[in-house]
């Protein structure tokens, strides 16, 4: 049995599928939903580490994920258009 390595992953919804993204490797997948996402993006990195040329990371530090609330100003939810469109 190999060691065992633990990465960080961001899960976002684009359109009708989930993106997984693991940052520290900069590795990413989809799935219909969020465990399926996570499931595709650890087969992903898994795939990944087997190539001998493969580079990991000496030290990972897991990423602070928060939300941040901003008010928008003589803007209709219909003008606004988020990052994913």
């Known amino acids: 049995m190999g060691e065992?390595?633990?990465f960080?992953?961001?899960v976002w919804r684009e359109a009708?599928?989930?993106v997984s993204w693991c940052p520290d490797l900069d590795i990413?997948?989809?799935g219909?939903?969020?465990e399926e996402a996570l499931n595709n993006?650890?087969?992903a990195i898994e795939l990944y580490l087997e190539d001998e040329d493969a580079i990991i990371p000496s030290e990972t530090s897991s990423p602070?994920?928060?939300a941040v609330s901003v008010e928008v100003r003589a803007k209709t939810p219909h003008s606004f258009?988020?990052?994913s469109s």
């Open 4 to 6: 065992k390595l633990t």
């Open 8 to 10: 960080s992953s961001v």
């Open 16 to 18: 009708h599928m989930y």
């Open 28 to 30: 990413a997948s989809q």
């Open 32 to 34: 219909k939903t969020v």
């Open 41 to 43: 993006l650890k087969e």
């Open 64 to 66: 602070i994920v928060t």
């Open 81 to 83: 258009k988020s990052p």
